[in-house]
């Protein structure tokens, strides 16, 4: 009875722990001038090993990015895959779950890397919220500058650390 109450357990903690991901993402891209460069960035984007769909909108150069389910997502894998196809990411808004997921002094970690929320005012965060990466590489420069004049601040910081706008 007792290993069964301990892989109960075991069980609802995995469980939790997989509703913190990211979900999906519009991923904006500079320089795309025919559907030929669109489909190129698609198909390179398409072998990460978290993407489980996009689908293409080529009036406004945009690509939703569907990611597969507990299956960590790294965005600078996303970045370099558009940069490798000869473009720049113009925009990058993830839909993250904060199922589970707690925010301290407006950090929080996810696979290693840690989240800076440069706005988030230490507000309580639940569910799916859209965030939006506001650093090189990510943003136009105009939303770098703005943002990057706010970085620095406390928290436990491991691996990667990512600029985030709600």
């Known amino acids: 009875m007792k290993t069964f109450k301990i892989v109960i357990?075991?069980?609802?903690?995995?469980?939790?722990?997989?509703?913190a991901q990211f979900i999906k993402a519009e991923l904006q891209v500079n320089g795309l001038t025919c559907s030929l460069c669109s489909k190129a960035t698609e198909k390179s984007l398409r072998t990460?090993?978290?993407?489980g769909d996009i689908?293409?909108?080529?009036?406004r150069n945009i690509?939703?990015?569907?990611?597969?389910?507990?299956?960590?997502v790294n965005l600078d894998q996303i970045n370099k895959k558009v940069e490798n196809s000869g473009f720049f990411?113009?925009?990058?808004k993830?839909?993250?779950?904060?199922?589970n997921i707690h925010v301290v002094n407006n950090y929080f970690s996810y696979t290693g890397d840690t989240y800076r929320l440069v706005n988030g005012g230490n507000k309580e965060l639940n569910g799916p919220v859209a965030l939006t990466v506001v650093e090189k590489g990510f943003a136009p420069p105009s939303v770098y500058k703005k943002y990057n004049s706010q970085?620095?601040?406390s928290g436990t910081k491991t691996g990667r650390v990512y600029q985030v706008a709600i």
């Open 55 to 59: 689908k293409v909108d080529l009036n």
């Open 9 to 19: 357990a075991i069980l609802a903690f995995t469980v939790n722990i997989a509703h």
């Open 94 to 99: 993830a839909t993250f779950n904060f199922t």
């Open 89 to 92: 990411i113009n925009n990058l």
């Open 151 to 153: 970085a620095g601040g």
């Open 48 to 51: 990460l090993p978290f993407v």
């Open 63 to 72: 690509f939703l990015i569907f990611f597969k389910d507990n299956v960590p």
